[in-house]
């Protein structure tokens, strides 16, 4: 009983003493503006984080926009949801798949989402803008590596942005403010089962 006791007042005081530096990091935390997010590496989990940001931006009455950089060959469930929702979306047109070799075809297909992201990038009416599997873009050479850290070193300043992929460009990783790495533990498809509906797409 005394044991019990005596843990239970242990436990209380190591508590406020975390909740003491918490606080004060908080209280230090003074800085607001725009973050560059970067969720990388080989486990599953990069889009739908990316996607999870851009829910939460509207259900706070935010903005977002949303590039894809891969073409799927299945309509994938976010997009139909967001842009219900009024969610402005840029997709590859015909052309990008990972099966796809004509590499003249891609770059296109790759350019023509980036004008449209490169718009969003000097927009300050938009909140978020989540660049879906951008990063085998610059590994591919599909876009030019300056040009996409110029516009967003020169994006509005409180603008949020979001960029998903392995493998992400070294230079990318050293601009970002926040970056994840989703690493594979375990991964479904490796013992056989396929994508599904719902939850791969
Ligand atoms: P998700 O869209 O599910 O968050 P992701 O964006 O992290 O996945 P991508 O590399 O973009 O991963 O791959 C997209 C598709 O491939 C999804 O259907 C996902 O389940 C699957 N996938 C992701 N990681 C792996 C992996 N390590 N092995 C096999 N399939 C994977
Ligand atoms: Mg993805």
Redesign the pocket.
């Given at each position: 009983m005394v044991d019990e006791q005596q843990q239970a007042e242990r436990h209380k005081a190591r508590q406020q003493r975390l909740k003491e530096k918490v606080d004060a990091r908080i209280a230090a935390a003074q800085e607001e503006r725009g973050l560059l997010i970067v969720?990388t590496?080989?486990?599953?989990?990069?889009?739908?984080?990316?996607?999870g940001t851009v829910c939460r931006a509207v259900g706070h009455g935010l903005k977002p926009a949303v590039a894809q950089f891969?073409k799927?060959t299945w309509a994938?469930g976010e997009r139909t949801l967001l842009e219900g929702a009024g969610v402005p979306f840029a997709v590859m047109a015909t052309g990008f798949t990972w099966e796809t070799q004509d590499r003249a075809q891609d770059t296109a297909a790759a350019q023509a989402v980036w004008q449209v992201a490169k718009g969003w990038l000097t927009d300050p009416t938009l909140d978020l803008v989540l660049l879906?599997?951008l990063t085998y873009m610059l590994a591919y050479d599909y876009l030019d590596l300056d040009e996409v850290l110029e516009a967003l070193v020169n994006r509005p300043p409180r603008q949020h942005v979001v960029v998903?992929?392995?493998g992400c460009h070294r230079a990318l990783l050293e601009l970002a403010d926040t970056v994840s790495e989703?690493k594979?533990v375990k991964?479904?498809?490796?013992a056989g089962i396929k994508?599904q509906q719902g939850?791969?797409?």
């Open positions: 969720i590496g080989d486990g599953k989990g990069k889009s739908t984080s990316g996607f891969i799927g994938c879906d599997e998903t992929g392995r989703v594979k991964h479904a498809f490796d994508a939850v791969d797409w």
